[in-house]
């Protein structure tokens, strides 16, 4: 069976990845590999992902293309 891994980038959005988890939570399967790329939030982000089992990689240049990159 293939590997399934999903990286979320993100910045501030601890109230929107709660919601994001929930979602993976209800899918069929589950990831077999889940990473936060962090880019140096200010707010739960990182309480957030952690509380849902995610690997938090950290990135310290802005942007999508880094974080996904760094994921």
């Not at 590997?3 to 077999?32: K, M, W």
């Amino acid at each position: 069976m293939a590997t399934i891994s999903v990286v979320i980038p993100c910045h501030n959005p601890a109230g929107l990845l709660e919601r994001v988890l929930a979602a993976l939570e209800l899918q069929t399967r589950q990831p077999d590999d889940l990473i936060v790329v962090d880019t140096a939030s200010t707010d739960a982000t990182c309480k957030v992902a952690r509380a849902a089992g995610a690997r938090v990689v950290f990135e310290s240049l802005h942007g999508i293309w880094p974080a996904a990159a760094a994921g």
